[in-house]
DNA sequence: AGATTCGTGCGAGTAAGTTGCATTTAAGTA
DNA sequence: TACTTAAATGCAACTTACTCGCACGAATCT
């Protein structure tokens, strides 16, 4: 679907910071945090949050937090899960082939926290 | 085991500070942050931090991050998963039936987030 | 008991994220 | 197209979880 058209649908102004944001997650399909979006535009941070906050109402995109204090950012689409390690704190994204389930409970998302296959290779 | 072998066991100094603090963790067998834990006890946050970090090092706490941008810390034991409520921020301990595993990767927690049963009633 | 090393508390500092406010901009209306 | 208005932006100040340097105090060794 066009950025436009997925700003427009949910009744949002269509500015450029708005655009400029949604291309980049559009593009990367990986989690983003604030600090990786600065370095590709020029935004202030407040204007990023904001429409984050707004973005996340809007289930366009969904956030978590990693282990570096930091919160990460992702557009929504195919339902995956997330690895982050320890280590050198990469996150990577994981395909479930049997996403659990939990009665009563609503799982939107699923963190698994260790070691990569990187760092596990090297220590 | 007792607290005072744990930290004798790792070659640690036996102060009242760390042995307050495992005290509690082992009490309450769930994960806790700073604020929960100076609620309970008289300690500097720099103690604490200073502390924990050693606990994590040798092993005897394990800590992740949560939705309200606090680290909560655990005493190690039988694994188990988290369950982070993105609506309450409870969190809450679950036992795996069939842990996950990834060829490569080393799994150490899984933290699943969502919408926990009481706020799935009250909606 | 005395010496040494390590832990503690205090205060200041850091960095991610938030908020208030003045200015700018998107979008509806004439 | 110009006018209006509601909302978005950028800046600066603020908040808060956490870290660091340093002087003092306490645990362990001999």
Redesign the interface.
């Known amino acids: 679907m066009q950025i436009k058209n997925i700003i427009e649908e949910k009744n949002l102004k269509l500015t450029a910071a708005r655009r400029e944001l949604l291309e980049i997650f559009n593009f990367e399909q990986r989690p983003l945090c604030f600090e990786d979006i600065k370095d590709k535009i020029n935004m202030d941070k407040a204007t990023f949050y904001r429409n984050i906050l707004m973005f996340e109402k809007e289930s366009i995109v969904r956030g978590?937090?990693?282990?570096d204090?930091k919160r990460y950012y992702e557009i929504q689409g195919s339902a995956h899960s997330h690895?982050i390690c320890?280590l050198c704190n990469d996150i990577e994204c994981?395909d479930e082939v049997r996403p659990?389930k939990?009665s009563?409970?609503?799982?939107?998302?699923?963190?698994?926290?260790?070691?990569?296959?990187v760092c596990?290779k090297e220590s």
Chains 1, 2 share one sequence.
């Open positions: 978590f937090e990693s282990n204090k690895f320890n994981l659990k939990l009563g409970y609503t799982i939107v998302d699923t963190i698994y926290k260790g070691i990569c296959k596990n």
